[in-house]
């Protein structure tokens, strides 16, 4: 079953698990389940992507009823109207401890068009492990509050490998040694970028919406672990 965070006649806002993909593409492979076709039947009526979150990203996402709702959604995001909170847990303390990633990404082809987008961060938690990786023996990681203003394929992940602090458990830009110690040594086998928060105008009554999704037990018995905490106010 997918848990349904928010619903009414309009739209659907749901907790998308990490690994499970959105619907069909080329970008998914062999996947077997599509979050688009178990929501579809669980709710046994036609629903409508409104916006995508990567394979392996948790998090918040906002289905539409009609293809009206999912268009006016769509311009939401296309209008950078919704406000996105995401967590992530990357390798190293980012500094300065609250900054902005202004960096042109393409789309899904790397060779395409560079376009603008920027990504506000801020560290919420710090920690240094003892163990010992490469030359280093101890590792510093940080647990940051990531606010895309755009929303370019995989932008989060892009903006943080960009500034060398990968999110962990980033196959395509992240540190596969980093991702096996956390596999290793927290039986972490996920990536640890969840879709936390999203803020938008309801597409009918145009009444102000948060929705909020909690993380899953692997990310949040990791931050359990390391004695963080995510504040209420974000």
């Given amino acids: 079953m997918i848990e349904i965070l928010y619903q009414d006649d309009a ?12 619907h069909r593409s080329k970008m998914v492979g062999n996947a077997e389940e599509f979050l688009i076709d178990l929501l579809r039947e669980q709710v046994g009526d036609s629903v409508y992507l409104a916006h995508r979150l990567d394979r392996a990203t948790s998090g918040v996402l906002l289905v539409a009823r009609s293809k009206e709702v999912a268009a006016a959604l769509g311009e939401q995001f296309m209008g950078r109207a919704v406000h996105k909170q995401y967590l992530a847990v990357v390798r190293g303390w980012p500094e300065p401890a609250e900054g902005v990633v202004d960096y042109p990404l393409p789309g899904s082809r790397e060779t395409g068009p560079r376009r603008e ?28 509050l990531a606010e895309p203003e755009s929303g370019r394929f995989r932008q989060i992940r892009k903006h943080l490998a ?3 602090h990968p999110v962990i458990g980033d196959c395509q830009h992240g540190r596969s040694d980093h991702n096996r110690l956390y596999k290793q040594h927290f039986g972490c086998q996920r990536m640890l970028l969840h879709a936390w928060r999203l803020r938008f105008a309801h597409p009918l009554t145009g009444a102000a919406m ?16 390391f004695g963080w905490a995510v504040s209420e106010e974000g």
């Fill in 11 to 22: 739209l659907i806002a749901v907790n998308k698990p990490a690994g499970l993909a959105v």
């Fill in 117 to 144: 987008a920027r990504t506000h961060y801020r560290r919420l938690a710090t920690i240094e492990v003892p163990i010992a990786l490469g030359r280093y023996p101890q590792q510093r990681y940080a647990l940051l």
């Fill in 162 to 164: 960009h500034i060398h």
């Fill in 210 to 225: 948060e929705v909020e999704a909690p993380l899953d037990d692997a990310y949040a018995g990791l931050l359990r672990r």
